[in-house]
Structure formats: structure tokens, C-alpha cells
């Protein structure tokens, strides 16, 4: 019996203690004994691990009407949780990050026109799966950036070629993506490979990025075998990008792995503090997650996370030409640092809310204007969609008066004192069927990661609704992206227990 029959049949998932408390491993296991695989078709344990989430409960205005987060680009859950649909198998829910499935899909935001480097889009309307309740979508756009004037890149890869890394969709498919890159790239870039595994080594040194024969035939010689020793790889990693070092580019390392770190510095409180004393180099973290098993999402997102950088998951070539290609500004070219948002709610038009996803991002209050703490990053033409579900207040408040007003503080790249800007928010509320489709695909897609999370907020949420808010809202969609996700409904919707019980 193949794995994906025992998932389509009704897996259940088991947790288990992962690397620290704070993320779980998950054990697939068969429903009943009849579906048990004999010995020699069993799948290896999948020691996949997830850092845990809870989800963001609704707060009072009157106790807390500060909303503090920082600013999150990151896309790895989707793919993650495509392959997981792909495969035949409901995702584990802590794999699940609403946020990121929300922002993995571009919205046709209007970009800033002035010398700032961000503008909002901001719409109010009933909440599709609580009419009681008012949905706020946020839209920050950032300044889009044409490849033609991305400055010079200073690229260093780093590349896991450990045992755990042979797989198809691992190591293989990891060369593809960064010959894909590489081909992007001019005689002005200089390009590295540094390798690790047992030990690290310098698989490139660097080299002119227009050079795509010497640094294709370095990429051909990478084969996995032995354990890995990350640490020391991205000490070395960041070695050679100091060595280059462009005061006027891009510099960055691109770590590509599982994230199964089991040899030298491997535990995530060392690796977290070894990168966040690199960063300061001016030095930042790109980390493309490969692979399934053994895949560490909990370790990389927080490479990521500290390293200054974004976070992707490749589950296929398509995907790397997304990332590495399509969007590549946005991937490497930062253009603002420790990005926080705040919203202060106007409790005359607003009782309670929550912000949907964005959990490992919440600040306090008081880190919004402290410039010491960390926050996220953006690229050029990123844009970050949040949403909050609103509880009204008593008394209606008609268009005119103000919903909210948001701030953004931000840093200029490798700046110290950070900036401010103050976006004010109408309480201007318009008929779901008036919203623009950016609105309604995304609470589309955040309906979906709260059916797969089976959200305690989900209400009256089902595959269905999400399916006709997705299917009304799919504009323009020059890639096709958001018809995929329509595939992932139905298939997430045909392996859910709900669906199954109807099926009985």
C-alpha cells in the first residue's frame, strides 16, 4: 500500500516532542489495523516538525486597542501546504499559517507615488462567515522595482548536500533552482557556493554571474552524503560574503536545506543566535526549505526570521522560478528593515477584533516605537495583506467617521533610527459584492487556513463559501496561481473528516 493510500483512507496525526517545546513532530499512523502497510511498504516516520501555534483570540478595544505586529513576506506555508494536498493528505495544523497562505498570492494594490515606500489599500465590508462581524482588509503596497534596476548582487549559496538531501525533490530539484537563478544574473553579480554536510567546504569561490558554464559545472558536481553540520556552514557562508562584500548591492546568503541540522551547532537556540550576529554584517538570510519526512519548517522559519530575511518552501520547479525568478526583487532586494505595524481602533465604531494569523509576529504596544526590537523585512514590490475580523460596536457609526488609524515605523536598509507614517482608516463600509477581488480572494484563502487549522473562529465556514468567494475573485491571474488554488479546495474538501462523515 502506497503512503498516499493510507492519507487518502483518514490518517490521523500524533504529537510528539520535537525540538523544544515550542513545535511539534507529527507521526503518520494508519486509522484501523486492516489499512496497516506490510513491513516492507511502510513508510519511514515522517519527523516533520511545526512550531505551535495558537490562534489570535478576539480582544477588547476598550482594554487593548493597540494592534502591534511586525510585518511578515513569507510564503512557505502554501507551498508547503499544496504539497502536503498534492500528496493526498491534510496538512498538520500547526503547518498552517494563515497569514503566509494569504500573502503567497500577488493583489492589484496601487503602488506609492511620493517619496515613501508604502502605500495602503484599505476596505471594510461584512464578514463572509460571521455577517455579524465586519472584515478590515489592509493592503501595504511597497515601491516596485524593474530587474533592470535592481543593484549588483553579492550572492552567496549555501547548499545542504547532507544524506537527508538525496531525495528527487531535494537535492536535484535545489540545482535546477539556482541554475533558474543564476540565469538572471549579469557579469556585474558575483556568485559562491558553499557546501556542507559532515564538514563544509567552498564549492565555488566567487565568480561573475554571466559565467553560467563554470557555475553550472560547479552546480553539477554537488552530491549528498553524510550528516549535517549547518552551523558551520553558514559560518563559512558569511565568511565569503563579507570577502565580497558591495557597500552599494545586494548581500545575502541563500540557504538551501531540509533544516535537518544533527551535526555541530544544532540546536535552534545556537543557530538562532549564531545569524542574528552575522546580520549585523549587512549581510542577509534568504532560506528555500526542500523536501518532506524530515522537514524542519520550525527551524528555518526562524533562520529567517532572525537573519533578516524571507522564507520559502520549493515544492517544485515552477515554484523556484516564483521565487528565485518572477519575483526576484521582492526575494533579495530589501528596501526597508524592522517593519512594525500598529492599529489604534476608535472604540465608537469598534467593539473587539482579531487579527487573522500574524501569530509569531505580535509585538507589544510599547515595541512599536522601540528601534532596538527586531522586526521583519521588505522587498521591493512586496505587498503584505492583513485581516481583521471586527466586532461593531453598539451604536452604528456611518461612513465618514474613523474606523482606525495605522502606523507604520520602518527603517531605511541598514539604518539605525527608524521612520514613521500614519495612514488613517474610514469607517466606510461597502456590500461584500462591491469589494474589490483582491478583498475577497483573500478572505477566500483565509476562510481555507481556518477549515484546514479547523479554527475555533471558522463560524460558518465551509468549502463551499470559500470555493464562491475564490471563484468571483480570480481577475486577471496572468499565472494561473489562483486557479490552482480552486484544485486545492476540492482536494482539501474531499480528504476533510466532514467530508468523509457526508460521504458515509
Known sequence: MRAT????????????????????????????????????????????????IDENPFMSVERAPL??????????????????????????????????LVNYFPYDYAAPTGSEPFALHAELSATPWNRAHRLLHLGVQTKRMEQREQPRRNLVFLVDVSGSMADENKLPLLKRSLRELSGTMSAHDR????????????????????????????????????????????????????????????????????????????SEDELVRLIEQQ????????????GMGNYKDSNLEKLADKGNGNY?????????????????????????????????????????????????????????????????EVGAGHSVTALYEIIPAGQPVHGGNELATLKIRYKAPRGSDSQLLSFPIANDERSLA???????????????????????????TTFGLVRTLARGSLGSDPRGYRREFLSLIDGAERLSPDSAEIAR
Do not use: W
Not at 29 to 41: D, G, T, Y
Not at 71 to 90: C, K, M, Q
Open 191 to 266: 556568485v559562491s557556493i558553499v557546501v556542507y554536510a559532515g564538514s563544509s567546504g567552498l564549492a565555488l569561490p566567487a565568480t561573475r554571474g554571466n559565467d553560467t558554464a563554470t557555475i553550472s559545472a560547479a552546480l553539477e558536481r554537488l552530491s549528498a552524503g553524510g550528516s549535517t553540520n549547518g552551523g558551520e556552514g553558514i559560518e563559512l557562508a558569511y565568511k565569503v560574503a563579507r570577502e565580497q562584500f558591495d557597500p552599494a548591492g545586494i548581500n545575502r546568503v541563500v540557504l538551501a536545506t531540509d533544516g535537518d541540522f544533527n551535526v555541530g551547532v544544532s
Open 312 to 376: 520559502a518552501y520549493i515544492d517544485s520547479l515552477p515554484e523556484a522560478r516564483k521565487v528565485l525568478v518572477e519575483q526576484g526583487g521582492s526575494t533579495l532586494v530589501t528596501i526597508a528593515e524592522d517593519v512594525k505595524l500598529q492599529l489604534e481602533f476608535n472604540p465608537a465604531a469598534v467593539a473587539g477584533y482579531r487579527l487573522i494569523g500574524y501569530e509569531n509576529r505580535m509585538l507589544r504596544a510599547e515595541d512599536f516605537n522601540d528601534d532596538e526590537k527586531d522586526a521583519g
Open 434 to 460: 462591491d469589494t474589490s477581488d483582491s478583498f475577497r480572494f483573500s478572505a477566500a484563502v483565509a476562510g481555507f487556513g481556518m477549515l484546514l487549522r479547523q479554527s475555533p473562529n471558522r463560524a460558518d
Open 5 to 52: 493510500t493510507i492519507g487518502r483512507m483518514g490518517l490521523i496525526l500524533l504529537l510528539a516532542s520535537a525540538c523544544g517545546g515550542g513545535s511539534r513532530t507529527y507521526e503518520k499512523v494508519a486509522a484501523a489495523p486492516a489499512m496497516v502497510a506490510s513491513p516492507a511498504e511502510a513508510p519511514a516516520p515522517n519527523a516533520e516538525s511545526y512550531a505551535k
Open 67 to 100: 494592534s502591534t505586529f511586525s510585518i511578515d513576506v513569507d510564503t512557505a506555508s502554501y507551498s508547503n501546504v499544496r504539497r502536503f494536498l498534492n500528496e493526498g493528505e491534510l496538512p498538520p495544523e500547526d503547518a498552517v499559517r494563515i497569514e503566509e
Open 279 to 290: 546580520r549585523s554584517s549587512g549581510v542577509y538570510l534568504t532560506v528555500l526549505g526542500f
